[in-house]
Nanobody, 125 residues
Framework: QAQIFESGGGLVQPGGSLRLSCTAS????????VGWFRQAPGKEREGISC?????????HYADSVKGRFTTSRDNHTDMVYLHLDNLKPEDTAVYYC?????????????????WGQGTQVTVSS
């Protein structure tokens, strides 16, 4: 019954912003780490950000998004967000959130056990 969902993608112009949301059903999301990944057409899946469980809250960002993307938690709603700022065409991809069962923050896709369905982000003029 455990599921994780992401939403908030869309079409945006270069330099624009989006906010992606990640929520869970069947387990408290704040107890786990959450990773953000993306996959562009014809390219490998890329880990871009993660946030540890709410006990820690540490974050990490890939160089490709550092300074532009921010992940955060809202403990009241038990949601995790990824704020995408100053978007570039090369950010176009399907974005996924995923659960780290140990509550850590590491950009290693192999350690995540539940994945969302993906939400499309398209950056274009």
């Amino acid at each position: 019954q455990a599921q994780i969902f992401e939403s908030g993608g869309g079409l945006v112009q270069p330099g624009g912003s989006l906010r992606l949301s990640c929520t869970a059903s069947g387990f408290p999301l704040h107890y786990f780490g959450v990773g953000w990944f993306r996959q562009a057409p014809g390219k490998e899946r890329e880990g871009i950000s993660c946030i540890a469980s709410s006990r820690d809250g540490s974050t990490h960002y890939a160089d490709s998004v550092k300074g532009r993307f921010t992940t955060s938690r809202d403990n009241h709603t038990d949601m995790v967000y990824l704020h995408l700022d100053n978007l570039k065409p090369e950010d176009t991809a399907v974005y996924y959130c995923a659960r780290d069962p140990l509550g850590w923050c590491e950009l290693d896709s192999g350690r995540y056990d539940y994945w969302g369905q993906g939400t499309q982000v398209t950056v274009s003029s």
